[in-house]
Every structure is written in C-alpha cells, then in structure tokens.
C-alpha cells in the first residue's frame, strides 16, 4: 500500500502518506505546486501527484515542503547541514555544494548558522538569471528564505546573519548541474555519518520533520543566549503558537485526530488538550477542523518551551454526563444537559408539543 503512494521519478521521490495536501483534503498547502518550474507537480483524482515524466529532479522545492515529502537521493538537506555546519566551507551555492539554495528551507539555514562559529554566505548572484527561476519566482523564494532566517536568528538572540553574495568573484568556479550533482553524491558519500545520524536519529522517534530536529538541538546549544518571549511577537511560516477558548471547545478532540506531527495531544482522562509548539509546522489543519472555531493563533512563543518541546495545557474540562443521552460533555454550569441535546430541544420543540397534543 506504501509503495503505491510512493512515486519516484529518476533521482527525485514523492511521499504522498507525508503530504499534508494529499493526506487531508482540505489542506491548501501549494509551496511545490507554485515553485515547481516544469510542474510537475499536479493533481490528479482530488490527489497530489508527482509527473515523473515532467520532473528534472531539480531539487528546487525540496526545502519549501513542511513534512518533508519531496526528496532527492542525490542531496539530504539535513545531513549536508551538518556536515556543512562542520566543514571549513562558508558559502552556499549551487554553483559549488547545492543543487539549489531553495533545497534548504528556513529552518536549516537558522541551523546551519548557528552551529557555526564564522559567518555563512548565500550565493544569489545567478538566481535570477538561472532556467529554474521562471517568472521571478524562484528567485523570490529564496529570499524570503533568507530574510526570514534572518529574523528568526534575531529573535534567537544571535548577532550573525546570512551574508549574501550578488556578484560573481573573478575566479568564480563554472560548475554545470550535472557535475553538481556527481559533486554532491560524492560528498555524501564521502561524509561521516555518526555524528549525522546520532542527531538525525532522534526525528525517527518523534513525529516530525528531521529538519525541525536540527534546529531545535542548535538551538538548545545557545540556551544560555535565549530571550524571553519577543513583544511585539514576529511571524514565522514554519510555527505558530495556539490557544482555545474554553467556551467555545466541545472538547470533540478532532484538532488533536488530525494534526499531523502531535503538536496538540489530549490527555490521558480525556478532559483537555496539550500543545508542544516545537512540533507544530503551520499547517493550519487544527483550525480548519474546529467547527466552533475554537482554536486559534497566540501571539509569539517561548524558545525553551519551542526548543524543548514543553507541554502547554490550551484546556481542560471538567466532564459530566448528559441526563439525555448519557455521553460525557464538558460541563459549564446549569442543566446537566450537553450542547447537542440542548440545540435539539429548542431546535424542535415543536415536534415534543405535538406528541403531547397527540395523547
């Protein structure tokens, strides 16, 4: 069943049990769909599919994507983020080490600078110009990429940013895609893997991204640095903070059914919801479900709770039993009588004046 929703195409895979798109159908996620420059990604039956026949294995969407669904055999960005993070090398570039500077998403640029002790420099000199950044697109992204790495450091507490490089130096190497590529695997291949997969290891346990992992451990590397919660609070594409109005929640528990990494959970009686904010991608699922609408954004976030993954309690109800059906409901005062049985009553009251008439 796996190996059905498991599209490949060359160098290139497509894990459709990981995309939020195609495994909720609500969901508007559509990073790969607008970057992809041969779209080839599509869908096809309500389902998010890869066009095997139409994907060059660029590359390009590989860091844009929240679950990390697309990936390239030819480059792991988690496992060349630490080994980048390690190495003498400073500038990132297509031209030299990456397939594509959007290959690397936020989180791994934030990562990667923090774990290194001199500075980090994009390489955008030939974005614009390049065949894959068709209708400005590319080029845009990877800019935001790197803007909002920026600010994210910022709100870490860390004085370094991203340098960006715009002009070629003279002696520029001239480096085509395909020799990249055999350039990359080589590497790979040529890097030591205990250190990668010591980290990478610990993602396997807990339902989220690898990528999230990295930045969370780097992070954890300058707790000494963490500011408190930041005011005005900043926005991120990748994290969102969550409460829930206790008056409005049914306690149905369907935020927690549906997201897709645990970042909320209920608890063990039943009565309430947690949230881990280090777990959440920003899909905005938990949102969508609510039918009460429940749920919604929290201004800013705590980076020891992020980093951490501490627990914050968004509810807890106390429960009783409903004299009309019996179910347990979150109880507010008044007539022990739950939501639905009370919007039926006086929904149609009329048919229970009827009923009576008809004695």
Known sequence: MRSERLQEGGSFRFDAFSCLRSDYAKSECSYCIDLCPEEAMLFDRKRLTLDTQRCTGCAACVGTCPTEALRSDL???NRFSLEFSLSREKVLSCRVNVPCLAALSVEHLVSIVLRREDETVCDLAHCGECSLNRDGKLFA??????????????????????????????????????ELFKRVTRLARE?????????????????????????KNAIKAHIGSLPATADPA???SFVRNRRIDERSCTNCQECAIF????????????????FKVGHCIACGICSDVCQPRAIAESDGFDLVEFAFDRMQLLVRHRLEICEECNVAFPYRGGEMVCDRCRDFRENFSDLFTMARDLE
């Open 191 to 215: 890097a030591g893997e205990e250190h990668s997969m010591s980290e990478l290891a610990q993602a396997h346990e807990m339902k989220q991204p690898l990528k999230r992992v990295l930045l």
């Open 141 to 178: 992204t990877i800019e935001t990429m790197v803007d909002e790495a920026d600010r994210f450091l910022g709100f870490c507490g860390s004085q370094k940013r991203i340098a960006r490089l715009y002009e070629l130096p003279s002696e520029a190497p001239e480096t085509g895609r395909r």
């Open 75 to 77: 480059f792991d960005p």
């Open 234 to 236: 900043p926005s991120f």
């Open 259 to 274: 997201c897709p990494t645990e970042a909320l959970t209920t608890l063990q009686d039943n009565t309430g919801i947690v």
